[in-house]
Structure formats: C-alpha cells, structure tokens
C-alpha cells in the first residue's frame, strides 16, 4: 500500500496535499459555521480567473492571481445583508457563477484552453516539486500559525455568526472578518495553483461536515477534520496511483466517500444514543 512513495512526485503530491488539507480542512470548521460555504468556491474561481488573465495577457501569472484573490476577499468581507429575504450564500453563489463564466471565456481564447480549464478545476498536484512545496510550507505556515495565535477572536466571530449576527459587526469584529477571509483568499490563491479549484472546494468543506456529522465539541471537530482530510490525501493518492485515476478527481471522490462513512458512523451512533449533545466550549 506504500509502494507509491517510492516515487519522489507522489511524495511531494502527499506532502502538498496534507499541508492543503490541514489548513483547509481547519478554516472549513469555521465556513460551515458562519454558512459561508460558497465562499472558497468564489475565491477559488476569482484566482482562477486572475490565471486566465495572466494566460491571455502572457504576464503577470505570479502577481495577477493574488490581486483578484485578495480584492475578492475585501469585497467578500464588506458584504453586508440587510434584506432578511436574502442568504449571503445565494451573492457569494452569483459572484462564483459569474467568475467561472468570465474565466471560461478568457481561457477560450488561450492557446490550450481545454486543457487550462482542466487544470484550472482539478490541478495538477502530481507535478508539484520542491520549490512548490516550500512556497506551500511557508505561506500556509505562516497562516496557520496567525490563526492558532489569533484562535479565540475568531472562533468567537464563528460562533455569534452561527447563531445569526451578521449585520451589527462592531469595528473590532469587522477587522477580524476581513482577516479571517483575507487569510482565506491567500490560503485558496496558492492551493488552487496546485489543487485546482473542486479540490480546494472539497478539502475546505468536505472534512469540516464529515467533522461536524461525528463531533460536538470544537476541539474535537477541528482534530477529527483535520485527521480526515489527512487520511482523504494518502487515500486519493494511492487510488490514483493504484488504478491509474486523475488526481484531483480521486482525492474529490475519496473525500466523497468519507464523508458517507461519517454519515455511517453518526447513523450507528444514533440508533445506539450515543451522540452526545451539542457544545460550544472545548
């Protein structure tokens, strides 16, 4: 079952996934509880259109992609519901609906367009090398050490938004909000250069609800997100290598299937009354 390791780019395609997985997996606890999910989505769609655009103007391919990332991030973070008809999940859908309308229009023109779009949705993990990865060591350190520093404002902003405060930010937790989604814009902008956008998606979301089907407390959801998304690397991995799979799409797939184990494993622990009740505190 290690057989693939011996194999120096599907180590660094193991490496590059866990460092992704973990951050990702982390920040997805907090998107799910502030019903935010689209938004890794958006921001993912908005860095890949600043790669279109730097495809189709042939320059600009480092520091394009992060100005569209981050200017998404602000407007992401300054936008503010009052309409109580009106979810801020169906303006964060509109906004990734239209960035991956324009950004297959732009890549059409590119001289490889199906092929870029390919790689803009799956990635290409597997040709990750060493420099990638210490670019990814670095930038996602660097993140997760400010979130781990900075963990209690920000789980408490996650907590009065899950409980529906979202329009009466002080000043103080609007500058919190734009860091948690600036954080966020930085983390997708480089894993979706290597993850692609459905990837990105899936380790941002899928361990986070897989977490939260199992867990109660938040210490234990963030632990139990972060192991799945660990073991949906190594699984989607050996699946790509063992049955000679596209990466991206196995690693979705493997976090597919996880996600129908949580759902086992709550519905064993449901019939058994041993999920115990929801909590806040760790």
Same mark, same amino acid.
Not at 166 to 192: C, P, Q
Not at 211 to 218: D, G, L, Q, Y
């Given at each position: 079952?290690?057989?693939?390791?011996?194999?120096?780019?599907?180590?660094?395609?193991?490496?590059?996934?866990?460092?992704?997985?973990?951050?990702?997996?982390?920040?997805?606890?907090?998107?799910?509880?502030?019903?935010?999910?689209?938004?890794?989505?958006?921001?993912?769609?908005?860095?890949?259109?600043?790669?279109?655009?730097?495809?189709?103007?042939?320059?600009?391919?480092?520091?394009?992609?992060?100005?569209?990332?981050?200017?998404?991030?602000?407007?992401?973070?300054?936008?503010?519901?009052?309409?109580?008809?009106?979810?801020?999940?169906?303006?964060?859908?509109?906004?990734?609906?239209?960035?991956?309308?324009?950004?297959?229009?732009?890549?059409?023109?590119?001289?490889?367009?199906?092929?870029?779009?390919?790689?803009?949705?799956?990635?290409?993990?597997?040709?990750?090398?060493?420099?990638?990865?210490?670019?990814?060591?670095?930038?996602?350190?660097?993140?997760?050490?400010?979130?781990?520093?900075?963990?209690?404002?920000?789980?408490?902003?996650?907590?009065?938004?899950?409980?529906?405060?979202?329009?009466?930010?002080?000043?103080?937790?609007?500058?919190?909000?734009? &860091?948690? *989604?600036?954080?966020?814009?930085? $983390?997708?902008?480089?894993? /979706?250069?290597?993850? +692609?956008?459905?990837? %990105?998606? @899936?380790?941002?979301?899928?361990?986070?609800?897989?977490?939260?089907?199992?867990?109660?407390?938040?210490?234990?959801?963030?632990?139990?997100?972060?192991?799945?998304?660990?073991?949906?690397?190594?699984?989607?991995?050996? &699946?790509? *290598?063992?049955?000679?799979?596209? $990466?991206?799409?196995?690693? /979705?797939?493997?976090? +597919?299937?996880?996600? %129908?184990? @949580?759902?086992?494993?709550?519905?064993?622990?449901?019939?058994?009354?041993?999920?115990?009740?929801?909590?806040?505190?760790?």
């Amino acid at each position: 079952m290690f057989e693939m390791f011996s194999l120096s780019f599907m180590v660094n395609a193991f490496v590059a996934t866990v460092i992704m997985g973990t951050l990702l997996s982390y920040m997805g606890v907090h998107v799910i509880g502030r019903g935010i999910v689209f938004v890794d989505l958006a921001l993912g769609q908005i860095s890949s259109l600043g790669v279109a655009v730097a495809q189709f103007m042939h320059t600009g391919e480092e520091w394009i992609p992060i100005a569209f990332t981050l200017l998404g991030a602000v407007l992401l973070s300054l936008i503010r519901i009052t309409d109580r008809r009106l979810k801020l999940e169906a303006i964060i859908g509109i906004i990734y609906v239209v960035a991956a309308a324009v950004t297959v229009l732009v890549i059409s023109k590119t001289p490889h367009g199906e092929a870029d779009i390919q790689e803009v949705l799956f990635g290409a993990v597997l040709a990750v090398n060493s420099a990638d990865l210490v670019q990814l060591g670095v930038i996602f350190g660097v993140i997760g050490v400010l979130h781990l520093v900075f963990y209690k404002p920000i789980l408490r902003l996650t907590e009065r938004m899950e409980s529906g405060g979202h329009a009466d930010f002080t000043m103080k937790e609007r500058a919190w909000n734009f &860091f948690f *989604y600036l954080s966020i814009g930085l $983390a997708i902008v480089y894993a /979706v250069r290597i993850g +692609g956008v459905m990837p %990105v998606f @899936a380790f941002l979301v899928i361990p986070a609800v897989s977490a939260v089907t199992i867990a109660r407390k938040s210490w234990a959801v963030i632990v139990l997100a972060i192991l799945i998304s660990v073991l949906a690397s190594y699984g989607g991995l050996w &699946f790509s *290598y063992t049955w000679d799979f596209p $990466a991206g799409s196995s690693l /979705v797939a493997v976090l +597919g299937g996880l996600y %129908v184990v @949580a759902l086992f494993v709550r519905a064993v622990r449901s019939y058994r009354g041993t999920i115990p009740p929801t909590t806040d505190g760790g």
